[in-house]
């Protein structure tokens, strides 16, 4: 009830292209969904985040997916850049729950290749 | 500083001793979060401090470890007799509030229990 599934485990894409990670989620008291990206050595960093009364959420080259029926969200890159090769995690809390801990997936490895 | 801060970035010891992590979040942030990150996982989450009690401590794996945040600022992730199993990466993050509010991570204790 408390896992989120990523997948894939990791990507490569050429430079220019689009990169897709998923997520999916059984918990439906989810209600905020953050993307962190992560470079070795380093503490995540939030890319972009969304709640469930929204579809689609863009900032920049970076969408965010939102199927609350399905219970799954994904992420986007467009044009994807070499230097956008990280580590990306999706997350899930329960905001009106006031536990507010994030529950990660597993991450994705996406390497861009020049 | 800028960011959340943590010392030391890298700590090794010996199985069974004791450590301390700290943890410095971006001034003004009332929430504290700790998190550990396992080799190729997602951070797993700990604790989370509002204020200075530990509003939600279903996280720590069991009762070797203690967390404190006497001042409502700086945090201290306590371990006793460690096992080679508490190896991992500790992050903590910090966020203005609780809710929906960015968490914002710091780069991680590397811990290596030997």
């Known amino acids: 009830q408390q896992q989120v599934k990523q997948s894939p485990q990791s990507l490569i894409v050429q430079k220019g292209g689009i990169s897709i990670i998923n997520c999916a989620y059984e918990?439906?008291?989810?209600?905020?969904f953050p993307w962190y990206q992560q470079f070795p050595g380093k503490g995540p960093a939030l890319l972009i985040a969304i709640r469930p009364d929204v579809s689609e959420k863009k900032e920049g080259r970076f969408t965010i997916s939102f199927n609350k029926s399905a219970k799954q969200f994904s992420l986007h890159i467009m044009d994807s850049q070499p230097g956008d090769s990280a580590t990306y995690f999706c997350a899930a809390s329960s905001q009106t729950s006031g536990t507010y801990k994030y529950i990660f997936g597993t991450g994705t490895r996406l390497k861009v290749l020049a | 500083g800028a960011g959340v801060s943590q010392t030391p970035s890298n700590k090794v010891t010996e199985k069974g001793k004791y450590v301390e992590l700290r943890c410095d979040p971006i001034?003004?942030?009332?929430?504290l979060y700790w998190y550990r990150q396992s080799l190729g996982q997602g951070p797993e989450f700990l604790i989370y401090f509002q204020g200075t009690g530990a509003a939600d401590d279903s996280g720590l794996p069991n009762d070797r470890f203690f967390a404190v945040r006497p001042e409502g600022s700086v945090s201290t992730l306590k371990i006793q007799r460690t096992e080679r199993g508490d190896s991992a990466v500790y992050l903590c993050?910090?966020?203005?509030?609780?809710?929906?509010?960015?968490?914002?991570f710091g780069p991680g204790t590397r811990l290596t229990v030997l």
């Open positions: 993050a910090s966020s203005l509030l609780a809710g929906y509010n960015e968490q914002f």
């Open positions: 918990n439906t008291a989810f209600d905020y």
């Open positions: 001034s003004g942030h009332t929430a």
